[in-house]
Nanobody, 127 residues
Framework: QVELVESGGGLVQAGGSLRLSCTAS????????MGWFRQAPGKEREFVAT????????DYADSVKGRFTISRDNAKNAVYLQMNSLKPEDTAVYYC????????????????????WGQGTQVTVSS
């Protein structure tokens, strides 16, 4: 069993920045690829970013490319999402997720592939 706990959400003005963190426990952290997803009110959950087990591969949704950066620290069992130039449309609950089926350098944007999910952290961007 893996437990994921997100933190770092909050209220920020448009153009501002936030850094989300997700810490994991229960299995060696380097055993799983990580992803960030988000869900806005009335909308389906959508892919934001993913990073491979070794941190050398990453992928982003087109809507966040150039603004968001995913990173991980396997020694700290943590994955991060640095969010810059935030827009009101980034408002959502952000979830981290873990996939332990992938190879060392693979990533996936499909939410159905992920095995464990955190409880989410709210990000609100005011205009």
């Amino acid at each position: 069993q893996v437990e994921l706990v997100e933190s770092g959400g909050g209220l920020v003005q448009a153009g501002g920045s936030l850094r989300l963190s997700c810490t994991a426990s229960g299995r060696p952290f380097s055993n799983y690829a990580m992803g960030w997803f988000r869900q806005a009110p009335g909308k389906e959950r959508e892919f934001v970013a993913t990073i491979s087990r070794n941190g050398n591969s990453a992928d982003y949704a087109d809507s966040v490319k150039g603004r968001f950066t995913i990173s991980r620290d396997n020694a700290k069992n943590a994955v991060y999402l640095q969010m810059n130039s935030l827009k009101p449309e980034d408002t959502a609950v952000y979830y981290c997720a873990a996939d332990f089926k992938l190879s060392l350098i693979s990533t996936t944007s499909a939410s159905s592939n992920y095995d464990y999910w955190g409880q989410g952290t709210q990000v609100t961007v005011s205009s």
